[in-house]
């Protein structure tokens, strides 16, 4: 891992473009040295918006990135246990695979949403409460110990998997207005959508269709960009 921005450290460029109602696609391959410019522009906008609706988190932001190229192409995001700061990970095969500053942009805006949402302690729930209610079925119809702790393995991963698909849709809008707010064009960036694989829509998704993501993108960027 190598670190991306210093969080709260580290101040937007001065030489960067303000925002703008018309975002000029960007054509340039984006790469380590440039994420970490679009990195800078856009973590303390988010610490921003994190101080703002949820003062009481952690919201000094670490960008890190995964150099494994086998890690694939994926974002996530954490908090260190130890310091309890807000982490954004992405891998070096995401910085590849991004065709301009606006998607990259769109996913650091939809990551750090996610910790601003509270998702991860939400995520814990909603799978507490879905293994609980499956395991109290199963109980109550006779079930063994095996089959009470399977049902309740089930419920778990249902009841994460649906509450995930909600997140994401409140993660792509938040990160929406994040990514507007430090100058980059979402709409432009949710185009990073159309090099993924179109989840199901079951429940058992854990994505909503991108069809989906990218509507809530552009209604959020109507009202609020």
Do not use: K
């Amino acid at each position: 891992m190598s670190v991306l921005v210093l969080g709260a450290c580290v101040a937007p460029q001065p030489d960067a473009p303000p925002p703008s109602d018309v975002a000029v696609p960007q054509d340039v391959p984006v790469s380590v040295a440039r994420a970490i410019e679009v990195a800078r522009r856009m973590e303390p906008v988010a610490e921003r918006v994190c101080r703002s609706q949820t003062p009481r988190q952690n919201c000094d932001f670490e960008l890190l990135v995964h150099r494994d190229p086998e890690a694939g192409i994926n974002a996530f995001q954490t908090v260190n246990p130890e310091t309890g700061r807000p982490v954004i990970i992405l891998t070096v095969g995401l910085i590849r695979a991004v065709r301009n500053a606006d998607e990259l942009a769109f996913v650091i805006g939809h990551e750090t949403a996610h910790h601003i949402a509270e998702h991860i302690g939400q995520q814990e729930a909603a799978a507490r409460a879905g293994a609980q209610i499956f395991g109290a079925s199963a109980q109550e119809q006779g079930a063994s110990r095996e089959e009470i702790i399977a049902a309740a393995q089930q419920g778990a991963e249902l009841g994460l998997r649906q509450f995930s698909q909600r997140a994401e849709l409140e993660a792509d809008s938040l990160g929406t207005q994040i990514t507007c707010l430090a100058g980059f064009d979402p709409v432009l960036g949710a185009e990073f959508f159309a090099q993924l694989p179109d989840p199901s829509a079951g429940v058992f998704s854990t994505h909503p269709p991108n069809a989906a993501r990218i509507r809530i993108v552009r209604e959020t960027a109507a009202q609020r960009c």
